[in-house]
């Protein structure tokens, strides 16, 4: 397996290429929804205002905590593999896991909240904004999800070393981009009023 990365010396550079270029595409689609959230924010600050008084910050900043220890998780993973300690960065990948399944349940839970007080997408500007955003970042949480399963699937079977480890890099990568787009989301949504 060593020889993977040394035999195609591109193949780590395309995939490095190609992570980049998702992730600019990505920033354009939250970009866009960011760049709506703030101009109607502007259109309609009173509205806005009361809203996000409605949302459960607690839950918020436990996300955001969840979520950023996920991001060091990821981190210990990515460095665990570059220097060839296998198990370590199985640990990694699966208690990054949990903690995106965590972020999933607060969320889920969070949710439950807001329908049970009759607050749904349709109810106004702001909710449709909150669930489209944050619906959005569930979605790109599942998918980072699915990938880690595999990552979690291929060490059992030996295919990462010091020597290749580009798919555990390049998913770092996106997770960290979703961890960041949560860093705006919380603020935005939750504390700015």
């Not at 993977?4 to 190609?18: D, M, Q, S």
């Not at 460095?79 to 607060?106: E, H, S």
């Not at 669930?131 to 599942?142: K, S």
């Not at 981009?177 to 989301?185: G, T």
């Amino acid at each position: 397996m060593a020889s993977k990365e040394k035999a195609g010396k591109g193949a780590p550079v395309a995939a490095r290429l190609g992570i980049w270029t998702f992730l600019a595409t990505e920033l354009l689609l939250f970009g866009g929804l960011f760049t709506a959230y703030t101009v109607f924010r502007i259109t309609y600050p009173d509205l806005f205002h009361q809203e996000h008084l409605k949302l459960n910050r607690l839950l918020g900043a436990l996300n955001t905590v969840v979520l950023l220890t996920s991001s060091l998780s990821m981190a210990v993973a990515i460095a665990a593999i570059r220097q060839g300690k296998k198990r370590l960065m199985q640990a990694g990948i699966v208690l990054t896991l949990v903690l995106a399944a965590a972020f999933l349940a607060i969320k889920y839970m969070e949710w439950t909240e807001d329908f049970a007080r009759g607050l749904y997408p349709g109810s106004n500007l702001f909710f449709g904004l909150y669930f489209v955003m944050t619906g959005l970042h569930g979605l790109h949480v599942i998918f980072g999800m699915c990938v880690m399963l595999y990552l979690v699937v291929q060490g059992q079977r030996n295919r990462f070393s010091a020597d290749y480890h580009t798919p555990v890099e390049i998913t770092g990568l996106y997770w960290h981009f979703v961890d960041l787009v949560w860093i705006y989301l919380f603020p935005l949504l939750y504390l700015i009023g």
